[in-house]
Nanobody, 127 residues
Framework: QVQLVESGGGSVQAGGSLRLSCATS????????MGWFRQAPGKGREGVAA????????YYTDSVKGRFTISQDNAKNTVYLQMNSLKLEDTAMYYC????????????????????RGQGTQVTVSS
């Protein structure tokens, strides 16, 4: 059973920062590509960021490039999403996701179609 436990969501003003965390087992951490996708009310899933099993290859959707950073802590089996310069349009439920097959779309890691996901954490950005 793959468990992904997210934390770190909340409410913040535009321009602010939040850091999301996703903790998992050591096996899942070592054998899966990990990532984050988000879903706003009435919208589909959007892949936000992902990292491969080696912790080297990363993917970011265009709208967050330069603002969000995905990283890992190997000692804690945890993946982070540092979100800076948050915008109103970043408001969504954010989900941690994992997949041993590391599926891609057009050659890019696609966390929105990863097999496993966490329960989600809400991020609300206000003006």
């Amino acid at each position: 059973q793959v468990q992904l436990v997210e934390s770190g969501g909340g409410s913040v003003q535009a321009g602010g920062s939040l850091r999301l965390s996703c903790a998992t087992s050591s096996y899942t951490y070592r054998s899966n590509c990990m990532g984050w996708f988000r879903q706003a009310p009435g919208k589909g899933r959007e892949g936000v960021a992902a990292i491969d099993t080696a912790g080297v290859g990363t993917y970011y959707t265009d709208s967050v490039k330069g603002r969000f950073t995905i990283s890992q802590d190997n000692a804690k089996n945890t993946v982070y999403l540092q979100m800076n310069s948050l915008k109103l349009e970043d408001t969504a439920m954010y989900y941690c996701a994992a997949d041993p097959g590391c599926p891609t779309i057009n050659g890019w890691l696609s966390p929105q179609i990863f097999h496993y996901r966490g329960q989600g954490t809400q991020v609300t950005v206000s003006s």
